[in-house]
């Protein structure tokens, strides 16, 4: 089916297809054809349309024990696609709609949903490990054996065709371009979201953001779009600052320049006693640390957005939060995928939010093992990579 058409010949039985499937860790993807179950109750299948690769996919990629190393799997969940067909009981949704999945899971109807102090979703939220939202490890992929594969974030997005939950699945307007609706459905949701919704940066305020990946420039455009007077960007990659300056980075420092100095001494003296806001967007405990360090005592604030994929402690100093500085982390940037990704789109069409850069390459979905050495190398923010292409 394409984009526009609003039948499908394979309704309510299985379909055969390709994906990129990881088998082993760190080992090249191999393209593979599969099958994909009909989507159950609650469920939707849908035509992946183009997808992009996020450093979470690298993380699980390279990742070579505990109960998350699971292979064979279908990464990917950065992406956009059209409904296929739908399960029983699926409200809001209908073949031929455009569709974001999205990681973060938004059921609206348990008291976290419900309330506007977060978007944890406390029904579905805790179970990050199952193949399915509501069915557990029942997998709706099969390899060309008859074996099942691992679903990925209840996305699974590096496939022609993949089920979602309806939890994880969001409308959108079709009248945005679909690689730039890809963005919204992790790395600049995530970043925008956290400037806007978690620490809510406002008008001539300073902030340094470590890492300038797709998720920290987001940052820097949300931060601009709130009027920060001064955006730092930390990265060991002097090519960021070029590109970083198109969202808004005023000032970039580099830590394999910084000499003895840590880099929080750094943005300190630049700052006459430290940041208001600093994000961490690369995923290190060391990072974390020193962006914690880097803000203002009294005041400051620092969001952690990047995964640290052995999920090991930080420290902090006890007596920096005894005066006042403030540490928490987001997933997703704080929003309500159902209630907030529609508000982007709509800020990207009246002109307000900027999506243009993000992406620097594009590639066809077999080019896929291209697009993840583009990302490991750091040559790349966003690859998309299309499946019709
Ligand atoms: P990316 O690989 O595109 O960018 C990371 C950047 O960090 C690169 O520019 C790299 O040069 C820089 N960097 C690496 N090591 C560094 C160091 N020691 N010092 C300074 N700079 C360094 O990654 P991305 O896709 O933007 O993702 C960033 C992080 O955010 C990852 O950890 C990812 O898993 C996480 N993430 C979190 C969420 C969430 O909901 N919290 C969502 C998406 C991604
Ligand atoms: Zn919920």
Not at 243 to 259: E, H, M, Q, W, Y
Not at 338 to 353: A, G, H, Q, T, W
Request: with cysteine.
């Amino acid at each position: 089916m394409d984009k526009t058409s609003s039948v499908s010949i394979h309704e309510g039985k299985p379909i055969r297809c390709k994906a990129a499937l990881c088998r082993k860790a760190g080992e090249a993807l191999v393209i593979e054809e599969i099958q994909v179950d009909p989507p159950q109750a609650y469920e939707v299948r849908i035509k992946i349309l183009c997808t992009s690769l996020c450093h979470t996919d690298v993380a699980f990629w390279k990742l070579e024990w505990g109960p998350l190393a699971r292979f064979p799997r279908i990464l990917g969940h950065e992406a956009v696609g059209v409904v296929e067909s739908i399960g029983e009981l699926v409200d809001g949704f209908k073949q031929g709609d455009v569709v974001l999945p999205v990681f973060h899971p938004h059921c609206e109807e348990c008291r976290d949903c419900k309330s506007p102090k977060s978007n944890w979703c406390s029904r579905f939220c805790d179970d990050f490990v199952s193949n399915t939202r509501r069915y557990g490890m029942a997998s709706r992929f099969k390899d060309f054996s008859g074996e099942d594969i691992y679903h990925f974030f209840f996305v699974s997005s590096f496939s022609e065709y993949t089920v979602v939950d309806i939890a994880h699945l969001v409308n959108i307007s079709p009248e945005i371009p679909v690689d730039k609706a890809a963005l919204l459905s992790c790395c600049v949701s995530t970043g925008v979201g956290a400037a806007w919704k978690v620490a809510n940066v406002e008008e001539g305020s300073t902030v340094a953001i470590f890492g300038l990946g797709a998720v920290g420039l987001a940052v820097a455009e949300g931060a601009r779009l709130r009027g920060a007077a001064k955006i730092i960007g930390v990265d060991l990659n002097p090519d960021k600052f070029e590109i970083g300056k198109r969202f808004g980075i005023t000032d970039f420092v580099n830590p394999a320049l910084s000499g003895e100095k840590k880099i929080s001494q750094v943005i300190k003296e630049m700052t006459e006693g430290g940041v208001d806001y600093s994000f961490e967007c690369i995923g290190l405990t060391s990072s974390m640390e020193e962006a914690f360090n880097s803000t203002r005592t009294g005041s400051g604030k620092t969001v952690i957005l990047g995964m640290e994929k052995q999920m090991l402690p930080i420290s902090l100093g006890s007596h920096d939060l005894l005066r006042g500085r403030t540490i928490c982390g987001t997933l997703f940037g704080g929003l309500k995928p159902k209630l907030d990704i529609p508000i982007l789109v709509d800020s990207y069409l009246k002109k307000e939010l900027n999506l243009n850069g993000f992406i620097t390459h594009e590639l066809s979905f077999e080019e896929i093992n291209k697009a993840f050495d583009l990302l490991v190398k750091g040559e790349t923010i966003r690859c998309v990579l299309w499946m019709d292409k």
